[in-house]
């Protein structure tokens, strides 16, 4: 029985769920939802953020070892990457993969080579990747063709007045420009004596679905 005078408290019970509780998230950081369906019938825009500390990616002595792991994935039986565009702390990626295994496998190996590399570079160990890599299927030829211009010129996005043509991408070895919707344009690769590591495409999106014009509606009376 409670004392007379002494205030009466409410106990919470134990356990349940807690506003707040749990560790932080990163900022920037990419959740670990479940990925997109993966088929050879649809490529995927994959994109790579590296951590703060990891130096500039667009000088030649970082755009090497991101070229070399590259390069040994253009020949992977199973997944291989058909455009990339390098940025100052991401980059760009567009995969084709058999299926979700080939997707994960391939990535692992590729980011793999790229920390080790640009470890190697910088002189240091640890971590180069900010958060696991972010993948969005693509449906259409509509949506193929909008993020193939999308990776391509994306330069030109974070500078204003860039040439499109960017050399710090798969843009010299590109050819349907206009199909893209992007002006033709003529660049060298970054590295000198070195043509993009991007392999053939295999789906019909990549290779002929993303030249289809737009429709247009129909217009009714």
């Not at 004392?3 to 409410?10: I, K, L, V």
């Not at 953020?49 to 792991?69: G, K, S």
Request: charged fraction near 20%.
């Amino acid at each position: 029985m409670r004392p007379p005078g002494r205030p009466e408290f409410a106990f919470r019970a134990r356990g349940g769920r807690r506003p707040g509780a749990g560790r932080p998230a990163k900022a920037g950081s990419e959740s670990h939802r479940r990925r997109p369906p993966v088929s050879a019938a649809h490529p995927l825009h994959v994109t790579l953020r590296f951590a703060q500390h990891v130096w500039n990616l667009r000088a030649q002595r970082c755009l090497r070892p991101i070229d070399c792991a590259l390069r040994a994935l253009r020949s992977g039986e199973h997944a291989r990457v058909t455009q990339f565009s390098v940025q100052g702390n991401h980059v760009h990626l567009v995969v084709e993969a058999r299926d979700g295994a080939a997707l994960s496998s391939a990535m692992r190996s590729l980011t793999i080579r790229i920390a080790k590399g640009l470890n190697k570079v910088m002189g240091r160990h640890g971590r180069v990747l900010a958060s696991r890599y972010h993948a969005r299927s693509l449906q259409s030829p509509t949506e193929t063709r909008n993020v193939l211009r999308y990776v391509l010129a994306n330069h030109a996005r974070h500078v204003p007045g860039a040439p499109v043509a960017d050399p710090w991408s798969s843009g010299p070895a590109f050819t349907a420009w206009e199909a893209v919707g992007l002006p033709a344009a003529t660049v060298r690769y970054a590295l000198p004596g070195h043509d993009p590591p991007v392999a053939l495409p295999e789906s019909w999106l990549l290779r002929t679905g993303f030249r289809r014009p737009t429709r247009k509606p129909v217009a009714t009376e």
